[in-house]
């Protein structure tokens, strides 16, 4: 089975949970489509868990974007790389664990990722006229920042489904869960990934305490939840 998550934020035990859950293993794929880090407590114990795992593949979002920003520049600063790590762990609230085949991990990290069945991307593809442009078009910032791709209009046919997270679904729905757009011939419901243009998975895990993760071959959505008070999600 493929699974693709986003937004996880340093929620190392949500998503430990959810991998139970899901009884993920290793004829299983997990696609993690940005931010794995800041926000919760344990990014980098979180990305370290990633990187580890042979079938997880994941992709730069704008927060992993903006610690490689600040990487780089240090390193235009100074030839002490003692420094440079020193400074680096001070970025992460668990950046104790930072060492530099992690900081080397998130710097291959890819901008997207395109499978036979799906696209994934942290924030947004470039859609002109309803239609997907090349990816190659995309610069980094749009793949990782982009706040349009979300909206409801945005609904390219000519592709694959896109994947992908960062505004949280609530701030659309007024609900903490996975948002599927199907396309204009398909049924609401269907198990196939080829009947919706898009799927938006943010689940806003810093503000409702649910992590959500969709299972790409039946379509399928599976939630954990952290019961904060005050807010509420479909079971």
Known sequence: MDYC???????????????????????????????IVDKGPDGVRLAKLLFSMPNAHCVAGNHEYDF?????????????????LEKLRNYFADGHLLDWETVDRFDGLPFYVETENFIGVHAGVPVEDGKLLPLS?????????????KDEDILPQNCKCVLYGHTPVRYLTNRDEILL?????????????ADYCKIHLDTGVDLSGV???????????????????????RK
């Open 137 to 149: 078009q995309a610069t980094c910032n749009q793949l990782v920042y982009d706040r349009c791709f």
């Open 181 to 193: 757009y199907p396309r204009n011939a398909a049924l609401q419901g269907s198990s196939n990934i």
């Open 68 to 84: 490689l920003k600040y990487y780089h520049a240090l390193m235009k600063q100074t030839e002490d790389y003692d420094f440079v």
């Open 211 to 233: 992590l959500g993760c969709f299972a790409v071959n039946n379509c399928r959505s599976f939630y954990v939840s952290a019961q904060k008070s005050g807010f509420m999600h």
């Open 5 to 35: 998550i986003s937004d996880i934020h340093g929620y190392y035990g949500l998503f430990c949970r959810l991998l139970e859950k899901i009884k993920f293993g290793g004829g299983d794929r997990l696609y993690v489509l940005g931010d």
